[in-house]
């Protein structure tokens, strides 16, 4: 009777191939994964700010009639920011 199945070898093969492919796209999986990440953040940032600006207009008066600082030196902008 003839058994019918795998050679260590081949098996050993094609576990070589399937790592050499493995390696071969993981970088590129990782990139991408951490390419979302970061438009992830950026939405929820943009989002967190957006809201921010909103809530402030709503508290105080449309943008057109803030008043923005003349300079933007480190105090001037703490006092917008504390402001609006």
Do not use: C
Request: aromatic letters at 10%; hydrophobic letters at 40%; glycine letters at 4%.
């Amino acid at each position: 009777m003839l058994k019918k199945g795998f050679t260590l070898s081949e098996v050993l093969i094609t576990l070589g191939i399937v790592g050499i492919t493995a390696a071969m796209t993981l970088p590129a999986l990782l990139a991408k994964h951490r390419k979302v990440v970061i438009e992830t953040s950026l939405k929820k940032f943009y989002t967190i700010t957006n809201q921010a600006i909103l809530r402030s207009v709503v508290d105080n008066e449309p943008t057109q009639y803030w008043e923005f600082p003349d300079e933007n030196t480190p105090e001037n902008v703490e006092a917008f920011y504390n402001r609006y």
